[in-house]
């Protein structure tokens, strides 16, 4: 069965997992252009209006805010060149906080596998009488 060429807000909610109030905010913000209204004052949608809002659900996964995504979804009044730059700027700025977060990973990883390696060791030497992790943060040995 076709899809309706024309969505009513509650579809376009339910398509895209956002709330109806949701989809009003985005309107306000500027991230969809304004719905037209039935005769009766519905708010109309088409499947375009419904991809932009599952493109911003993914921006938003990705990290970006709504005012970046903003940015890139209104229509570049400078000119096409204008409009990539910003946008390119934007996509630098979050690749440089996701390595920030990657380094800081890796770093949490390594001290980790670290502690874990102690442990191994304590419980592979026949001597030992107290986990070196839990010692190291005070707890005091099981006898």
């Avoid at 060429?5 to 500027?30: M, N, P, Q, T």
């Avoid at 940015?71 to 009044?77: D, G, L, N, R």
């Avoid at 690749?95 to 990657?102: P, S, Y």
Wanted: aromatic share 4%.
């Amino acid at each position: 069965m076709d899809q309706p060429k024309v969505l009513r807000i509650g579809h376009v909610a339910a398509e895209s997992g956002l709330s109806i109030d949701a989809i009003r905010y985005y309107e306000r913000l500027g991230l969809l252009p304004p719905a037209p209204r039935t005769p009766g004052g519905f708010r109309t949608y088409s499947r375009h209006e419904l991809d932009r809002l599952r493109a911003i659900q993914e921006a938003k996964g990705l990290g970006l805010n709504l005012r970046e995504i903003r940015a890139i979804v209104e229509p570049a009044s400078r000119g096409w060149e204008a409009h990539c730059r910003e946008v390119r700027a934007i996509l630098d700025a979050r690749l440089r906080d996701v390595d920030a977060r990657v380094e800081e990973l890796m770093r949490i990883q390594r001290v980790l596998a670290d502690a874990r390696a102690a442990c191994d060791d304590a419980l592979s030497a026949s001597g030992e009488r107290c986990c070196p992790v839990a010692d190291g943060l005070g707890v005091e040995p099981h006898e």
